[in-house]
């Protein structure tokens, strides 16, 4: 997402509140919405990748029927990721505390990431 992309304008305060805390400092960033509720997120949930320095940001986010927010947020170096582009999607590989872990990621962010 751009900032010329409206989208921005329609994210819950607390939606954007942790994104901004996030990635505030992102030279890159896109937002998706899945409108898939699920018993936890009747709102759907929204995935960020976004590239902010040396670091790869990787966001999902919703909003719980109580107002609170689900948020899990991967945070790691740039040179810790292992990038796959393929077409138009990408996928990186990195460690998680079970191991080796794949995302799939735009693959705007994708080629963003395999630039020097």
């Not at 590239?51 to 109580?66: K, N, S, Y």
């Amino acid at each position: 997402m751009t900032i010329a992309d409206r989208t921005w304008d329609r994210l819950p305060a607390e939606i954007h509140s942790r994104i901004m805390a996030a990635t505030a400092h992102a030279r890159i960033r896109q937002i998706e919405h899945r409108d898939e509720p699920g018993p936890a997120t009747p709102d759907g949930l929204w995935t960020v990748d976004a590239i902010a320095g040396d670091r790869f940001v990787h966001q999902v986010l919703g909003l719980r029927e109580d107002g609170s927010v689900f948020e899990e947020t991967r945070t790691c170096l740039v040179a810790d990721v292992e990038v796959t582009v393929d077409g138009g999607e990408a996928s990186v590989s990195l460690s998680g505390p079970s191991g080796i872990e794949s995302i799939q990621i735009p693959g705007s962010i994708g080629a963003a990431l395999t630039r020097p």
